[in-house]
């Protein structure tokens, strides 16, 4: 599966952006989705998670409340709606994929996603 990564941008704290992720493919429907974020001169660190299904989410502590993992697989996209954006949001987005991230327990690890996209900036202004 290849991924496409959009919707990054500008935006002032306080504000939302939706972050969209278009995969290739006829099996996107079977691939948990991940959302990952690297901010400059920080490691890549997860975001939120969503089961092939849609019947699965996980956040990260830090996004909690505030961010909205959600899937189409009719459309084999998924999306990252951002709320209430703060500053330290600011980053590079990745989305990934893989078939067995939930089934083995590492949604919340680089290593386990299989396929990358190119990533999306986003930058959240004080």
């Known amino acids: 599966v290849q991924l496409q990564a959009s919707g990054g941008g500008l935006v002032q704290a306080g504000g939302s952006l939706r972050l969209s992720c278009a995969a290739s493919?006829?099996?996107?429907?079977?691939?948990?989705m991940g959302w990952f974020r690297q901010a400059p001169g920080k490691e890549r660190e997860f975001v939120a998670a969503?089961?092939?299904?849609?019947?699965?989410?996980y956040y990260a502590d830090s996004v909690k409340g505030r961010f909205t993992i959600s899937r189409d697989n009719a459309k084999n996209t998924v999306y990252l709606q951002m709320n209430s954006l703060k500053p330290e949001d600011t980053a590079v987005y990745y989305c990934?994929?893989?078939?067995?991230?939930?089934?083995?327990?590492?949604?919340?690890?680089?290593?386990?996603?299989?396929?990358w996209g190119q990533g999306t900036l986003v930058t959240v202004s004080s």
């Open positions: 969503i089961k092939w299904s849609g019947s699965s989410t």
């Open positions: 990934a994929a893989d078939p067995l991230a939930f089934r083995s327990g590492v949604i919340s690890t680089i290593s386990g996603y299989d396929h």
């Open positions: 493919g006829r099996t996107f429907g079977t691939y948990d």
